[in-house]
């Protein structure tokens, strides 16, 4: 497949996509110039939109048991080889104290799994991707045990700054133990802020409870009476504060409920978008409300606020779209566009490296 006319730096990276999930990953690095041969995940509900997507294989696999000799015999032939992933974040959100102190407890295993193949694959390049919290953990400390002899470098990312339309925060390592110049992680694109005017409003307007014939993805949940009061007196970037008090939820009257103010808020077009998670379609699950149109936002513009591409498919044509397995694929991506600036630092390093 390498094309010798093309420079080094852009076709002789070959990646695996480890928890690969919906292809989020996968497809930024391509997009920046990285050949990706397989993408990994216990999932197989991801076979279809990963296979789909992108011109890599699916391969559904346990990453806890899965030797590394798969993984290098994935490799093969290949001249500068990338192991990525971003092990599924739930954890870090609910960890313990006994969790802080076991690094390796079962809640880690996947990270130390991720770690355990560096060890036994020693790819040239290395990047994760994860929740902030990771940094805090025992479980980072021992990850950074196995990139031992390469150069590391990890950053807080806020995805509003590097074109991305939602405020969402990330975690990000590079690592090569290539020689060469500094491999840096992109914290800031110097553009204009991604608003979700531009990311979302080229969609065709629905109602609640309705679908674009056109696109399956592009369907709204339905919203009760009530709920449509709600949103009706919901103004862009307020709160239900701004509610007259017979539409407020029970939990909004108590003392502990007062400091979620967002729960059930609408957008704002001219501004970034919360983050994106597994229950974004859900106007009382956060500020998932359009920021004018009296609904949630489909599963379809919370894949744009993921920087999927709006012709990216989910599900085969005649499937039945699940709100919540849906969600679940859209929520726990990686955004494309991270993926593809990751991509981007690699291909000018290995570049510099001159191989």
């Known amino acids: 497949m390498t094309n010798k006319s093309k420079s080094p730096s852009v076709s002789s990276i070959t990646a695996v996509d480890l928890f690969c999930g919906a292809g989020g990953l996968t497809h930024g690095l391509m997009k920046g110039g990285i ?9 197989k509900s991801c076979r279809y939109p990963y296979e789909k997507n992108n011109m890599a294989r699916f391969l559904e696999r346990d990453i806890k ?32 104290r006994s969790g802080r102190k076991h690094g390796d407890d079962s809640q880690w295993a996947l990270v130390a799994s991720f770690g355990r193949l560096i060890r036994e694959v020693r790819p040239d390049l290395v990047t994760m991707e994860n929740v902030p919290s990771l940094e805090a953990h025992p479980v980072f400390q021992q990850f950074l045990r196995n990139l ?17 339309p939602q405020t969402r925060k990330r975690f990000v390592l590079v690592a090569s133990k ?42 709204a949940c339905r919203l009760s009476n009530l709920n449509l009061k709600r949103i009706r007196a ?15 939820a029970a939990c909004h009257r108590k003392s502990s409920g007062e400091t979620y103010p967002s729960v059930y808020g609408r957008m704002e077009w001219d501004e970034p978008a919360p983050t994106m998670t597994t229950q974004c379609f859900g106007y009382g699950n956060g500020r998932f409300g359009h920021p004018e149109q009296d609904r949630a936002i489909t599963l379809r513009e919370a894949a744009m606020l993921q920087t999927f591409p709006r012709e990216y498919v989910f599900a085969p044509p005649g499937r039945k779209v699940s709100f919540s397995h849906m ?3 859209i929520g726990n ?12 630092a690699f291909v000018e390093h290995v570049g510099g490296v001159g191989l």
């Not at 030797?67 to 971003?86: M, R, V, Y």
């Not at 390469?150 to 991305?164: P, R």
């Not at 919901?234 to 504060?241: A, E």
Request: aromatic content about 6%.
């Open 35 to 43: 050949k990706v041969v397989a993408g990994i995940d216990v999932d």
């Open 65 to 96: 048991s899965l030797p590394g000799t798969e993984i290098i015999e994935l490799f093969a032939g290949a001249t500068t080889t990338l192991l990525a992933g971003c092990a599924p974040c739930q954890p870090f959100s609910t960890y313990s």
């Open 148 to 164: 031992k002899g390469y150069q590391v470098s990890y950053a807080t990312v806020e995805c509003s700054k590097i074109g991305i």
């Open 178 to 219: 290539l020689d060469g110049p500094e491999l840096s992680i992109p914290v800031n694109d110097r553009r204009k802020t991604v608003t979700v005017r531009k990311a979302i409003s080229s969609l065709p307007a629905l109602a609640a409870g309705e679908a674009d014939s056109r696109d399956p993805l592009h369907v």
């Open 234 to 248: 919901s103004k862009p970037g307020g709160t239900w504060r701004d509610w007259q008090p017979s539409l407020r």
């Open 327 to 329: 969600g679940r694929l």
């Open 333 to 344: 991506a990686v955004p494309v566009r991270l993926g593809e600036l990751i991509a981007r």
